[in-house]
């Protein structure tokens, strides 16, 4: 009888510790999902980055719980700001990365370091949405100067297409 109480109070200790352990996991994961909404509201990248990386971790921990209305509810919630974060970024890059605006602003070179920490904190198809559309936006130039229907001598102008894009970066 003894070893069957003992039995039976080691399992309701662990039953014990697992919820006070997810309770506290909720906790941390409400409050950085609320931290996170401030920061993508403030733009504040470099402390989001950190963020997102907590967060992401806590929200696979609850993907089981997600038929609980309030967990799916703050699940949905990250995922907004998440989506808030990446098109902030994107803004952020269409607006700054211009040559003026990047040697004119040194706040601007630290803004988007801090946003290519959250590009990197998202998923990976993010970094390379984002790469994408910044080589698509600095070869739209290359393709005007040197179109495809250019006749002749394509291999002489090697050398003038590689001075261009040296400069160019």
């Known amino acids: 009888e003894i070893c069957v109480d003992i039995e039976r109070l080691d399992r309701a200790k662990n039953h014990l510790t697992s919820s006070i352990t997810t309770l506290r996991r909720l906790s941390m994961f ?5 931290q996170l909404e401030l920061f993508a509201l403030r ?3 470099g402390d989001a980055a950190n963020l997102l ?3 992401a971790q806590l929200a696979s921990h609850f993907e089981s719980y997600s038929e609980i209305p309030k967990v799916k509810e703050l699940q949905d919630k990250h995922r907004t700001i998440q989506n808030q974060l990446r098109a902030a970024v994107f803004d952020d890059f269409h607006t700054t990365w211009v040559p003026h605006v990047m040697e004119g602003d040194s706040t601007a070179q630290k803004k988007l370091r801090d946003a290519c920490l ?3 904190a998202l998923e990976p198809s993010v970094r390379e ?4 559309n910044l080589t698509n936006r600095e070869l739209t130039n290359y393709a005007s100067v040197f179109s495809a229907h250019e006749s002749g001598d394509f291999l002489g102008r090697i050398a003038r297409r590689y001075d261009w894009i040296t400069r160019q970066l």
């Open 30 to 34: 409400v409050s950085g999902v609320e």
């Open 43 to 45: 733009r504040q990248y």
């Open 53 to 55: 990386q907590a967060a």
């Open 118 to 120: 959250v590009v990197n």
């Open 129 to 132: 949405e984002l790469v994408g």
